[in-house]
């Protein structure tokens, strides 16, 4: 099966996930989770890093992302789906089968959409692979980004660091919206929120994706159980109000610190995010040095929590695999088969 891809991108927690579940609801769309062990997968096989297929398989039922597909295989039936010198042909192989388990009444389905945010870091890379693929940006405030990211286990945990992230991730998508010049559409979150139909209407447009109604509920993805907490609003009607909470979730003192990182305050003003203050704020120098030790300290304390929660991922994955199998052998689409 052959898909015409799109690839969503941006800064983490600006609605890459909202997008994708919304598109994903149509009958002509498969939406599949993070793709991110896709990205090192490509790599890992320019660089021949797989004496075979076999190793290729255990490598992936060993990536936590892969995991979180909930694939049921074997690494034999996984090797099968591999071809060390085709790229392309392998990720198709992979998304082929992630549909046929999850999504077995959509076999008319001709568009794949990946909502990883760092697709854009790969940019190059997906693009010698589909040349044919359209790519979406979805910018959010900043300062909701913070409001949002700034308690998780993982990225930024003050305001100072997220704005660094921030930044520096919105730079690589402008540098992707100049290199794709129309083949990348810029969507802001706070519009989709707001202007739900007349979004993804033009959405639909750009990505040929016929237009339904349905598509303003959501509902088209599969969460993986690791992520179903932070994405606890996804699959739900859209709010506009989560576009302005970011307000009464920073404090004057963390406003201030997102808005003192010079690109930041640049980068806010040019995408028509208003600030606070006409220049940036000025930080001491202790200040700053304070908020990389707090950023480095949580990071440490969050990382083996991360890593525990990826081992579990994985073997519960493992765990599942007969019922999961038993549940493919089911479905009248692979009968058909």
Same mark, same amino acid.
């Given at each position: 099966?052959?898909?015409?891809?799109?690839?969503?991108?941006?800064?983490?927690?600006?609605?890459?996930?909202?997008?994708g579940?919304l598109?994903?609801?149509?009958?002509?769309?498969?939406?599949?989770p993070?793709s991110?062990?896709?990205? *090192?997968?490509v790599?890992? %096989?320019?660089? !021949?890093?797989?004496d075979?297929?076999? $190793?290729?398989?255990?490598?992936? $039922? &060993?990536?936590?992302?892969?995991?979180?597909?909930?694939?049921?295989? #074997?690494? $034999?039936? %996984?090797? /099968?789906?591999?071809?060390?010198?085709d790229?392309?042909?392998?990720? &198709?192989? %992979?998304?082929s089968r992630y549909?046929?388990?999850?999504?077995?009444?959509k076999q008319?389905? *001709?568009?794949w959409?990946?909502?990883?945010?760092d697709?854009?870091?790969?940019?190059?890379m997906l693009?010698?692979?589909?040349? @044919? +693929?359209?790519?979406?940006?979805?910018?959010?405030?900043g300062?909701?980004?913070?409001?949002?990211?700034? #308690?998780? &286990?993982?990225?930024?945990?003050?305001?100072?660091?997220?704005?660094?992230h921030?930044?520096?991730?919105?730079q /690589?998508?402008?540098?992707? @919206?100049?290199?794709?010049?129309?083949?990348?559409?810029?969507?802001?979150?706070?519009?989709?929120?707001?202007m739900? @139909? !007349?979004e993804?209407?033009?959405i639909?447009?750009?990505i040929? =994706?016929?237009?339904?109604t349905?598509?303003?509920?959501?509902?088209?993805?599969?969460?993986?159980?690791?992520? !179903?907490?932070?994405?606890r609003?996804?699959?739900?009607?859209?709010?506009p109000?989560?576009?302005a909470s970011? $307000?009464?979730?920073l404090?004057?003192?963390?406003?201030?610190?997102f808005e003192?990182?010079?690109?930041?305050?640049?980068?806010?003003?040019? %995408?028509?995010? !208003?600030?606070?203050s006409?220049?940036?704020?000025? =930080?001491?120098?202790c200040?700053?040095?304070?908020?990389y030790v707090?950023?480095?300290?949580?990071?440490?304390?969050?990382?083996?929590?991360?890593?525990r929660? @990826?081992?579990?991922a994985?073997?519960a994955n493992?765990?599942?695999?007969p019922?999961l199998?038993?549940?493919? +052998?089911?479905?009248?689409?692979?009968?058909?088969?």
């Amino acid at each position: 099966m052959n898909f015409r891809p799109v690839f969503i991108a941006g800064c983490d927690r600006s609605g890459t996930t909202l997008l994708g579940d919304l598109l994903g609801t149509s009958r002509w769309s498969i939406v599949t989770p993070e793709s991110q062990f896709m990205h *090192d997968l490509v790599i890992r %096989l320019g660089l !021949k890093s797989f004496d075979n297929a076999f $190793q290729a398989a255990i490598w992936l $039922q &060993e990536h936590f992302r892969f995991a979180a597909w909930g694939m049921p295989m #074997s690494p $034999q039936e %996984l090797a /099968e789906l591999i071809d060390l010198h085709d790229p392309r042909s392998t990720i &198709e192989n %992979l998304v082929s089968r992630y549909a046929r388990i999850n999504h077995p009444d959509k076999q008319s389905a *001709d568009i794949w959409i990946d909502h990883t945010p760092d697709n854009f870091k790969y940019q190059t890379m997906l693009k010698r692979l589909f040349p @044919e +693929a359209r790519f979406i940006h979805i910018v959010r405030d900043g300062r909701a980004v913070c409001a949002s990211i700034k #308690s998780l &286990e993982w990225g930024p945990n003050n305001a100072y660091m997220a704005s660094r992230h921030w930044a520096t991730r919105l730079q /690589e998508a402008l540098a992707v @919206e100049i290199a794709e010049d129309g083949n990348c559409l810029r969507v802001r979150f706070e519009d989709l929120l707001e202007m739900p @139909e !007349k979004e993804i209407m033009r959405i639909c447009q750009f990505i040929d =994706l016929p237009y339904e109604t349905a598509l303003l509920e959501g509902g088209g993805l599969h969460l993986p159980a690791f992520t !179903k907490n932070q994405h606890r609003l996804v699959g739900r009607s859209i709010d506009p109000s989560r576009a302005a909470s970011w $307000q009464r979730k920073l404090s004057t003192s963390e406003i201030r610190d997102f808005e003192s990182y010079p690109l930041t305050h640049t980068l806010l003003n040019r %995408l028509g995010y !208003k600030t606070l203050s006409q220049s940036p704020p000025s =930080l001491s120098r202790c200040h700053v040095l304070k908020c990389y030790v707090h950023d480095f300290f949580r990071y440490m304390l969050n990382r083996s929590k991360h890593k525990r929660m @990826e081992m579990k991922a994985i073997l519960a994955n493992k765990h599942r695999m007969p019922a999961l199998m038993a549940r493919v +052998a089911d479905n009248p689409f692979n009968q058909a088969k």
